[in-house]
């Protein structure tokens, strides 16, 4: 593939943020900065948060550092916030730091911590960025806790089967398209550039992986925008048509 | 809408099974006689079923009673097998009778029991039927006792979205295709006849609204064939590009 934003090496996680032409796109979007907490998910996965006094944490792909912060400044005691990309952490720790909170450049599928390490682990929107969840989640379920709770979003897996290229069909009567939905694994997208690797799982591995490793799921959520955001963001119509995240609450036996 | 399958009332549950022309269709599927244990999702089904010794159980949607029948061998002391149709409990009782069950014809909705009246309540592909699915999962709440469990399949819901018609796209690249997936409720298609009535619900509907009723979910199987089934089935290989059923299986605490 002819693609600036593809690893080179398959088997090493991609660090596309690091990735000039993709951080001038990603740097534009409202999520990125100060308006990450208007973001269609982000009022229902702090609503799902536990509560942080004293807690524990780790911040799983923190990027720009907003949510790791939110913790600390709710109550957490400590939050480990991990990202692989040193152009967020970079912003993390200009303009987020905070006594709390100890941010850390390391991939994901690196970490290694000592078991029952943190009370929360949370999650946004990054696990579809990792090629091996049912190591991902034994890995969280052994640095939780005993009643421990994991919060992540992850790009739906609607949104992840859709076939290469778009999603919308471009003609009447339209809809959204997917195909090979058993077929997990890679797909890579068009975002801001090619060849950003993402990877597709069917619901029922990304619940039933978190039941068969003690965690207890307790929420389930498919973010869709009331009619008071669509007058304010027309745009985000489509998000009736098909679900583009799932968020999911579980709790360590 | 020019159809006989439409129940006159909109606000009563379809008798679909009861039409003769839909019956004579669905009485050709190797599903509806001895050969129901072949059906894709089946054996998974039967996996999920807990130690059967001694259980009262209740059957939503019985139809010709093989599930029901499967229970009372397997140790059940007692099936309360539920179907609106009279002509699939004809069958039931003509050729799956069984001192242990007791076939009644009700729609699942006007069903009424005391309390913590079953340790098991089971159903097989009827769910998507009933149009309020929070009422019905409050009620099966209700009648189990507490550590029961409930294990029931239904449409999924990627299948249940796709717009009116066939989901299939004809044109390469093909696909299926999905749309106004949070739009939930009545979704007719043609299936044997015209304007068989589902209801589409969200997977967070499905999911969200066990774990809101004290309902704990312990697995959650989409099923798909295997190379072995698709040697023998090779038409199944749809079955790997979408979805059509999910099963769950969640205990009442």
């Given amino acids: 593939m002819a693609t600036g934003a593809c690893n080179p090496n398959p088997e090493e996680?991609?660090?596309?943020?690091?990735?000039?032409?993709?951080?001038?796109?990603?740097?534009?979007?409202?999520?990125?900065?100060?308006?990450?907490?208007?973001?269609?998910?982000?009022?229902?996965?702090?609503?799902?948060?536990?509560?942080?006094?004293g807690l524990r944490a780790l911040d799983l792909g923190c990027g720009a550092g907003q949510l790791s912060v939110h913790l600390a400044e709710s109550g957490a005691s400590e939050v480990v916030a991990v990202d692989v990309s040193a152009t967020m952490l970079h912003l993390a720790r200009a303009e987020r730091g905070h006594p709390c909170v100890?941010?850390?450049?390391?991939?994901?599928?690196?970490?290694?911590?000592?078991?029952?390490?943190?009370?929360?682990?949370?999650?946004?929107?990054a696990f579809h960025y990792v090629a091996d969840y049912a190591r991902l989640i034994r890995n969280i379920t052994?640095?939780?806790?005993?009643?421990?709770?994991?919060?992540?979003?992850?790009?739906?897996?609607?949104?992840?089967?859709?076939?290469?290229?778009?999603?919308?069909?471009?003609?009447?009567?339209?809809?959204?398209?997917?195909?090979?939905?058993?077929?997990?694994?890679?797909?890579t997208e068009t975002w801001f550039v090619s060849g950003?690797?993402?990877?597709?799982?069917t619901l029922a591995t990304l619940i039933d992986t978190l039941l068969?490793?003690?965690?207890?799921?307790?929420?389930?959520?498919e973010p869709v925008p009331d009619a008071a955001r669509l007058r304010d963001r027309p745009q985000e119509a489509e998000h009736l048509r098909r679900p583009m995240f799932i968020l999911i609450r579980a709790t360590r036996a």
């Fill in 102 to 125: 100890q941010y850390r450049q390391a991939s994901i599928e690196e970490l290694a911590f000592e078991p029952a390490r943190f009370d929360l682990v949370v999650s946004s929107l």
């Fill in 212 to 221: 068969r490793n003690d965690l207890r799921v307790d929420r389930v959520i």
């Fill in 142 to 187: 052994t640095w939780l806790t005993p009643g421990g709770t994991l919060v992540f979003s992850t790009e739906h897996p609607i949104y992840t089967a859709r076939l290469p290229g778009e999603g919308w069909l471009p003609e009447e009567p339209g809809g959204w398209r997917i195909d090979n939905y058993f077929v997990e694994g890679e797909r």
């Fill in 196 to 201: 950003v690797r993402k990877y597709h799982r």
């Fill in 13 to 53: 996680p991609q660090n596309i943020y690091d990735q000039p032409e993709f951080f001038a796109g990603y740097s534009q979007m409202e999520r990125f900065g100060h308006g990450w907490s208007k973001a269609l998910e982000q009022p229902l996965f702090l609503s799902l948060l536990p509560s942080l006094a």
